[in-house]
């Protein structure tokens, strides 16, 4: 597993190389669940998203990442109110 080092309360960041602009979409089904995905690189669980590849929209990034894939085995619905 790849640890990634976290910066947000870091003073004294070191200057970003690249900016890799990315999406992601909030999905409720009708019982209010939200869908989640399990990071591979730490095992956390995040909203489905991705990187936004050149010439590619948001919404496209959310159709490729919700949409195409909705039996991936590491996805998982969570109860949160509405």
């Keep these: 597993m790849v640890r990634l ?10 200057l970003a190389h690249d900016v890799l602009p990315a999406a992601f ?7 209010g669940e939200l869908l989640l995905v399990r990071r591979i690189d730490d095992g956390n669980w995040e909203l489905p998203g991705g ?3 050149v ?3 948001a919404a496209a ?10 039996s991936h085995p590491r996805r998982h619905h969570h109860s949160t109110p509405p």
């Design 61 to 70: 990034v959310a159709a490729r990442t919700v949409l195409l894939r909705p």
């Design 25 to 31: 979409a909030a999905v409720r089904n009708r019982a």
């Design 51 to 53: 990187r936004i590849e």
């Design 55 to 57: 010439g590619e929209s």
């Design 5 to 14: 080092r976290e910066y947000y309360q870091d003073p004294n960041p070191p």
